[in-house]
């Protein structure tokens, strides 16, 4: 154990109950996977540490940090995620919205907002996706119009993450229809519960709603609350996705498992010691994979702590890797159950977990960035292949909305 983690694990141990903290002590992932699943508790473990700035290690103390240094921070992170404190709709805020306004925002901004932030009393969500504008994120449509000292919002963004439990919400929005489309975004903080927001939840396939619908219908905000300065928008957001990106492959906290909680460890346990030669090959191929990919985080881990990168230029390796190896794990531990874990019965709640987290990995390619995008960020990026061509790239937005600056024959691509 690191003696920066010491006092964490002491907070931990006396504020989670006893069955959580045996869980973890004998890791047994059955067990602390039942004692996690207390979200009542799970909050008030989260709120505990964020206290006294677990939740956002490296921040200055005056923003509610610890001023930990890089390395340190990741020490702190497996530990929590070790633990299993720390839910999403913390992580949002503390993970890569946080740490955009500490970068971005003014000191009036940090002030106001990031210390609610490192407290867990304001959770936050990205107002970023629209309807057409997923992995081509610069073609947002939702507009910001300047009106004295306010700027008046309307549009619509989907896919929002904890919008339900949302105080605010990061926008990026078009303010300039004049220039290239990657220069006429600006960003602004916005109330969730303002005047003209509208929040509509979306089912997924598992039967939850972790995503949102977000109108919004004429929205006020104060010029006080625009991030970054106008037009510095596309900044801003490449920079929260590489907060998202990093923290999604597990490169920021280097642990092992998969990302929904259904790690290959477990796999390994019940099936391994009555596998045939066929199941027996894809398990240790799977672990094989799941502890390399351990490996590379924790080697980018290490290498950020430094201030450096595996292949430079925020190329996402880490994020594609654990995406695409915890919708194999998931797949894998479907065929293995068989019958029971295609329909489990009510009672078996280990096969209905299975079931879930199958269903619910499936996004995990596409969330944060599809792997086709984020591949092709690679090969540009991280290994200087040339561009896709994108016509959108060369005229002024409006003029490509309306078509005029379209070439014919010409293929759209997502840039980067």
Not at 14 to 29: H, I, K, N, Y
Not at 66 to 87: F, K, N, P, Q, Y
Not at 237 to 258: C, D, H, I
Not at 287 to 299: F, K, Q, Y
Request: glycine residues 10%.
């Amino acid at each position: 154990m690191s003696d920066v983690t010491q006092p964490l694990v002491e907070l931990l141990s006396s504020a989670l109950p006893v069955e959580w903290v045996r869980a973890v002590r004998t890791q047994d992932d059955e067990a602390l996977a039942d004692a996690s699943a207390d979200q009542q508790t799970a909050r008030a473990a989260a709120a505990a540490a964020a206290v006294e700035g677990w939740l956002t290690p490296e921040w200055p103390r005056r923003y509610g940090g610890r001023e930990l240094d890089a390395d340190s921070a990741v020490h702190v992170r497996r530990t929590l995620a070790r633990w299993r404190v720390g839910l999403v709709e913390s992580a949002i805020g503390a993970g890569w919205l946080g740490p955009a306004i500490l970068q971005f925002g003014n000191d009036d901004q940090r002030d106001r907002l990031l210390p609610r932030i490192a407290r867990n009393e304001d959770l936050w969500c990205q107002l970023f996706s629209e309807t057409e504008a997923g992995s081509d994120l610069a073609s947002v449509r939702t507009t910001a119009r300047r009106d004295g000292d306010s700027w008046v919002i309307d549009g619509g963004k989907i896919w929002t993450s904890r919008a339900d439990l949302a105080s605010w919400g990061l926008a990026v929005t078009r303010t300039d229809g004049s220039v290239r489309k990657h220069a006429g975004l600006t960003c602004f903080c916005i109330p969730m519960g303002a005047e003209g927001v509208e929040i509509r939840p979306i089912r997924q396939m598992t039967g939850d709603a972790e995503f949102f619908e977000v109108r919004l219908d004429g929205v006020r905000v104060p010029d006080s609350d625009r991030i970054g300065s106008e037009g510095q928008g596309w900044e801003i957001v490449r920079a929260v996705l590489a907060f998202e990106r990093r923290a999604g492959s597990g490169a920021g906290a280097a642990t092992p498992g998969s990302v929904v909680g259904r790690g290959v460890e477990q796999l390994l346990d019940r099936h391994l010691p009555t596998a045939g030669p066929w199941a027996r090959t894809r398990l240790i191929d799977t672990w094989v994979e799941a502890t390399l990919i351990g490996l590379n985080n924790e080697r980018n881990a290490a290498l950020a702590a430094a201030g450096r990168e595996l292949l430079g230029r925020g190329s996402p390796v880490n994020k594609v890797l654990q995406a695409e190896h915890t919708k194999r794990l998931q797949a894998l531990r479907m065929e293995l159950g068989g019958l029971a874990a295609v329909a489990p019965g009510l009672e078996d709640e280990v096969a209905v977990r299975d079931q879930w987290a199958y269903l619910r990995a499936q996004p995990k390619t596409v969330a944060g960035g599809t792997s086709e995008v984020l591949r092709d960020q690679i090969a540009e990026r991280g290994l200087g292949m040339p561009r896709s061509v994108d016509p959108s790239r060369r005229v002024a937005w409006d003029e490509f909305v309306s078509g005029a600056g379209r070439t014919e024959g010409a293929t759209d691509v997502a840039p980067q």
